[in-house]
């Protein structure tokens, strides 16, 4: 099958073309004709749902603009406000339509008559969502929303001083890169510094957060967010003891390959002992890798990377630099991190990313291109639903793209024995990655399952469980205080809790489909397109078995991909 990156914006039915979401007096019309629509037979029912998919898409598309446009410019008053007045004056008003709208489709008669398979994940989550609705947590919903939105506002306007010039937090950390040990340390303390300026700032925004959370859960019958969000989040195939699982097996399975490479990397430094600043320097005389100067540069290396994987791939990412959805490098104001941004009506998504030259760059890039082929995947889908993939197979999607296009990073590096340390640098950031999710991971799940915890006891359990998972062959002496506070520049935490365990989940469907590419490329390829372009009609095991991958969380079967790593890793290191 061919597939081409020429999407078209949806075209509008029951909308009228230049309809443009205002304020709710403009929207409401639309809800009330849905709401009160009769459905006579399966044919009206399938064009009900079409159209409802229609204004589903539309809204959708309006928020993550007005989104999208703040995170790029954190300090714009307007931008803010536009975002803001969505959040408190138009999506309180949608939910309890898209309640109404929810009931209908499950109460009509004609539902059972559409494609049981096809429609049994949509369906799973319609009535996921008439169970946690309720009217209370509406304006709760709105502030949270907005209030979420400040992390990336307090974080925006971090910078530091180095050598005389002012940079923000990502462009210093290529300084961490140094082979010069004093500037490293100078550099990792500076950061940390200004991160303690604003520790308690992000302490209480956090502590407002959870709050509203816990009240969230309360109001919807359940005893803690843990496991409102759970449910939220449709995790359907997995449970919190699956988490403790994981946890237990990296532990035991990863934190040891971690001790090893820091072992090795403190010989390779000539060091007595490895500091946190050391992990990521190189020895004197050998320079960073630095593979592209400018967002320009990265996006048209990335493009050449994935026409060689597959002409498809570029051709995806060459229609997102025409239309302008590209916004790659740091500066002043800027929201922090990474992401790829569906877009449901437009359906070329939109990156976003903070890069400053380095490695880590050409990572985040291949990522969020697997993100974005994923929505170019799913564009054709002929209702918004379909497109709501479970996010443990999106991050599959950008996982997997890390790993097959270092057989194309001479795009990057076309000096041998650099393109040979960037390939060592990935494989050892996908194994030394495990031990900060479950980090992450087991600090939400003892925050929510303790709400009212003190910020003693918050800064008290994180630092206990960092140094669970932590490697001792790291000496992290006399830096308790910068550690205390470690969690505080994570993003999840306060924009999107819980999603991070899909980063381990999704890490090792990746390695599995890395190694189907290491024996057969072009079929790794196709079993990576095929489970893709399912979107959401499939459950995340139906998912993964369309990827011709095992759902497996278990310690056995995590031992044994973290031993093909190392195993790719020693091989490298030998060339």
């Keep these: 099958m061919t597939y081409s990156a020429d999407i078209k914006k949806l075209p509008r039915h029951f909308l009228p073309t230049d309809f443009i979401v205002k304020d709710w007096q403009s929207l409401e019309p639309f809800f009330k004709d849905l709401s009160q629509r009769t459905i006579s037979s399966r044919a009206t029912l ?15 598309e309006d928020a993550c603009w007005r ?26 008003k949608v939910q309890p339509y898209a309640d109404i709208l929810n009931r209908k489709l499950v109460e009509c008669p004609f539902t059972k008559e559409l494609d049981q398979q096809k429609f049994f994940t949509y369906l799973r989550n319609v009535k996921k969502n008439i169970d946690l609705f309720r009217e209370a947590n509406i304006p709760i919903q709105a502030e949270m929303n907005v209030e979420a939105q400040h992390f990336g506002m307090i974080s925006g306007k971090m910078t530091v001083t180095v050598n005389g010039r002012e940079y923000t937090l990502q462009q210093a950390t290529k300084f961490l890169e140094d082979p010069d040990r004093n500037l490293r340390e100078e550099v990792y303390r500076k950061i940390a510094e200004r991160r303690l300026e604003d520790k308690e700032k992000l302490n209480d925004l956090y502590t407002s957060l959870l709050n509203k959370r816990h009240q969230i859960a ?70 960073p890798l630095r593979p592209f100067k400018t967002g320009e540069e990265l996006i048209e290396k990335t ?43 437009t359906g070329a998504p939109f990156i976003f990313m903070n890069a400053a030259g380095q490695l880590d760059d050409v990572t985040t890039m291949v990522h969020e291109g697997g993100h974005a082929i994923h929505s170019f995947l799913t564009h054709d889908e002929e209702l918004n639903g379909f497109k709501e993939y479970p996010t443990e197979i999106a991050e599959v999607a950008s996982m997997s793209m890390e790993l097959f296009s270092m057989a194309h990073w001479k795009v990057f590096f076309d000096n041998n024995e650099e393109l040979l340390r960037a390939k060592e640098q990935q494989l050892e950031r996908v194994i030394t990655i495990f031990p900060w999710i479950a980090t992450i991971d087991k600090f939400q799940h003892w925050v929510y399952e303790n709400p009212q915890h003190t910020l003693q006891e918050r800064a008290d359990q994180w630092m206990s469980i960092l140094n669970e998972f932590s490697s001792p ?20 935490l306060y924009e999107v809790p819980f999603y991070y365990i899909e980063y381990g989940i999704a890490q090792l469907g990746a390695i599995g489909l890395w190694q189907q590419y290491k024996k057969d490329p072009e079929a790794a390829i196709n079993n990576y397109i095929t489970a893709l372009d399912l979107g959401g009609t499939r459950t995340l095991p139906g998912l993964f078995q369309a990827a011709g991958l095992k759902f497996d969380l278990s310690p056995a079967h995590i031992s044994g991909l973290m031993q093909f790593v190392k195993q790719e890793l020693n091989a490298l290191k030998k060339d």
């Design 46 to 60: 399938e064009q009900w749902l079409k159209d409802s998919s229609e204004l589903e898409a539309a809204i959708s």
């Design 67 to 92: 989104q999208i446009k703040m995170t790029c410019d954190t300090e714009s008053k307007e931008l803010e406000a536009a975002f803001n007045f969505f959040m408190m004056e138009i999506q309180p």
């Design 218 to 287: 309360l109001n919807t019958g359940y005893s803690n967010y843990r496991d409102f969000r759970f449910a939220e989040l449709g995790r359907f195939d997995y449970t919190k003891e699956d988490c403790h699982q994981f946890h237990e097996a990296v532990k035991l399975h990863v934190i040891p390959l971690v001790d090893q490479l820091y072992e090795e990397k403190k010989k390779k430094l000539g060091l007595d002992t490895l500091r946190p600043w050391d992990i990521d320097a190189e020895p004197a005389g050998i320079q």
């Design 303 to 345: 493009i050449r990377c994935f026409n060689e994987l597959m002409p498809f791939f570029g051709d995806c990412l060459k229609k997102m630099k025409s239309m302008g959805h590209l916004d790659l490098e740091s500066r002043k104001g800027k929201a922090p991190g990474g992401y790829n941004c569906p877009l449901a009506e």
């Design 473 to 492: 062959a790291v000496d992290f002496s006399g830096l308790d205080e910068y550690r205390r506070y470690a969690w505080q520049r994570q993003l999840h």
